[in-house]
């Protein structure tokens, strides 16, 4: 399996890249997130998965380790191809779509066009629990717009203990307008 290329970006399109490595061309297909990311920097980097198929072996390219990984959750689902988990990335980011599948929103997923309602349910239903174990949706669910949690999750996960253990602490504790020292504080409390 191919998991990475380093190599000179050759040509940069919304659907697919051109990366030259060793002299060799690879054609790699990417989501819109991913075209957006890179920049018009020569040298890049981008992680890959390879699907064989009879007719075709095809990479596709991922910005970030995150998105290859929510790419491979989305492929595990019957009837969702490597296209359709693109389309799904494209449309949102793999952290909106861990959110969507954690917090059971079949209308956010539905509204990836493309996708049904029964695709929406089947998607949330098959990867509810892996998405959740992951650490694709955690920080971003319980903490989506606050560095101060972030923070402390962080200091706390440092010290040695459990996140889970670690996200409840802190969601009793927290108030409005607290420092990252007093969310630390209070969350030992409890802990």
């Known amino acids: 399996m191919i998991a990475h290329l380093n190599g000179r970006l050759v040509e940069k399109t919304p659907t ?11 054609l790699v297909k990417i989501s819109l997130n ?10 890049i980097k981008i992680h890959t998965q390879l699907m064989v198929r009879e007719d075709a072996h095809t990479l596709y390219g ?17 009837g969702i191809g490597a296209n359709t988990a693109i389309l799904m990335l494209s449309a949102m980011t793999s952290d909106e779509i861990a959110s969507a599948i954690v917090g059971g929103d079949v209308a956010t997923i539905q ?3 493309g996708i049904g309602a029964k695709t929406a349910q089947r ?6 629990d892996k998405v959740a174990k992951s650490d694709l949706a955690a920080e971003n669910i319980l903490f989506s717009n606050n560095t101060n949690q972030n923070d402390a999750l962080t200091a706390l996960l440092a010290l040695g203990f459990d996140k889970k253990r670690a996200e409840k602490a802190i969601n009793k504790v927290l108030t409005d ?3 990252v020292e007093e969310i630390i504080k209070e969350a030992l409390k409890v802990l």
Do not use: P, W
């Open 16 to 26: 697919y890249i051109v990366v030259e490595c060793g002299g060799v061309g690879y």
């Open 34 to 43: 991913t075209f957006s990311l890179l920049g018009s920097d020569e040298n």
């Open 62 to 78: 991922f910005a970030h380790l995150s998105e290859r990984e929510m790419f491979n959750h989305l492929i595990s689902v019957s």
């Open 111 to 113: 509204g990836i066009k």
């Open 123 to 128: 998607v949330i239903i098959d990867l509810k």
């Open 177 to 179: 307008e607290q420092s």
